[in-house]
């Protein structure tokens, strides 16, 4: 059973839509997270929730808008789609919040693709 | 903030010792983790070794800290060229405290 799943894991798309990558995790953690890693591979933090709660909000701009129904699920919706949100998008979950002491565990990634 | 930095590239033979190194600056993270990315694959926690330790050993994986040094590293035995991927560090920094990630190691396997 995959324990960190996201959808969809390839999506092309045009300059100017809206996008939605949806996350779950089933591994009871209270935790969620999007990462993004671009072209050269970096990986950064974008936004981290606990319990449904806003937690960690990078300078993302605000074209990115996450949601959590629940603990279990969080989604990145991306306005207005720029060539420049092309990246691997990844979900991640822990148990707990911000301490040094809980493992994260990462989804298979989003690749998303601006043309 | 948290600074976490990889050389970019290395590149071995198969069945030789590969070494990763990372050094970070922040040094409150209890646990510092490698995390594995093979070709157009997710991320993978590979091991992590907690901050009062020196060493971990699991199976042909070593990790060894220097606290003082705020070195870690990763070394691979007989490595294999399924071991190629990229290799990140990853410690917990910054004042949210999220896991912050070196820009990752890539691993060359020439058999």
């Known amino acids: 059973d995959t324990a960190v799943s996201q959808t969809p894991k390839y999506l092309v798309t045009q300059m100017g839509n809206d996008k939605s990558i949806k996350c779950e995790q089933n591994?009871?953690?209270?935790?969620m997270y999007w990462y993004k890693q671009d072209s050269k591979k970096f990986l950064k933090i974008m936004f981290s929730?606990?319990?449904?709660?806003?937690?960690i909000n990078e300078t993302v701009p605000n074209r990115f808008s996450p949601k959590s129904p629940d603990k279990a699920h969080l989604n990145l919706h991306i306005n207005s789609l720029e060539l420049g949100d092309s990246a691997v998008y990844f979900c991640a979950s822990s148990l707990g919040s911000g301490s040094s002491g809980n493992t994260i565990y990462f989804g298979e990634g989003s690749w998303l693709t601006v043309v | 903030g948290e600074d976490v930095e990889q050389s970019l590239f290395l590149s071995v033979r198969e069945g030789d010792s590969s070494v990763i190194n990372c050094t970070y600056t922040d040094s409150s993270s209890t646990y510092l983790y490698w995390y594995k990315q093979e070709p157009g694959a997710g991320l993978q926690l590979l091991t992590y070794?907690?901050?009062?330790?020196d060493m971990k050993q699991d199976q042909r994986l070593t990790v060894l800290l220097n606290k003082k040094d705020k070195h870690l590293s990763l070394r691979i035995a007989d490595t294999q060229t399924g071991d190629s991927a990229i290799y990140f560090c990853a410690v917990f920094g910054g004042s949210q405290g999220n896991l912050i990630f070196g820009k990752g190691t890539k691993l060359s396997v020439k058999p």
């Open positions: 070794i907690f901050s009062n330790m």
């Open positions: 591994l009871g953690h209270d935790t």
């Open positions: 929730y606990n319990n449904k709660e806003l937690i």
